[in-house]
């Protein structure tokens, strides 16, 4: 079955960095899109980045756009969020999901969590002051 397992989360001090992983199992990895959403507590799930199947098209939330950077190694099936410059406002579990996209002619991406079929179980990321 489909496994994507997030890993790299921790604690870290207001402007530190952070790498987040995911490893895709159980799919054809080069045919899905691949996003991260995060939940921090008492909110609802949002978006922070999305890299599309052939890596060409990347899109960030506009909350950590110059901060955080997303790429993918279709070779070893990997999505990686780097984060940095954290703000304490970064606190929350982290999610990576997966979205078909492989019927498609262009690279799309998407930041709507309705698109992803396949999700994470999340990785906490803590950022003190």
């Known amino acids: 079955q489909v496994q994507l397992v997030e890993s790299g989360g921790g604690l870290v001090q207001a402007g530190g960095s952070l790498r987040l992983s995911c490893a895709a199992s159980?799919?054809?990895?080069?045919?899905?899109?691949m996003g991260w959403f995060r939940q921090a507590p008492g909110k609802e799930r949002e978006f922070v980045a999305a890299i599309s199947r052939r890596g060409g098209r990347t899109d960030f939330a506009d909350s950590v756009k110059g901060r955080f950077t997303i790429s993918r190694d279709n070779n070893k099936n990997t999505v990686t969020l780097q984060m940095n410059s954290l703000k304490r406002e970064d606190t929350a579990v982290y999610y990576c999901?997966?979205?078909?996209?492989?019927?498609?002619?262009?690279?799309?991406?998407?930041?709507?969590?309705?698109?992803?079929?396949?999700w994470g179980q999340g990785t906490q990321v803590t950022v003190s002051s």
């Open positions: 999901a997966a979205d078909f996209t492989g019927h498609q002619a262009y690279e799309s991406i998407s930041n709507s969590m309705r698109e992803y079929k396949y």
């Open positions: 159980g799919l054809t990895f080069s045919s899905y899109a």
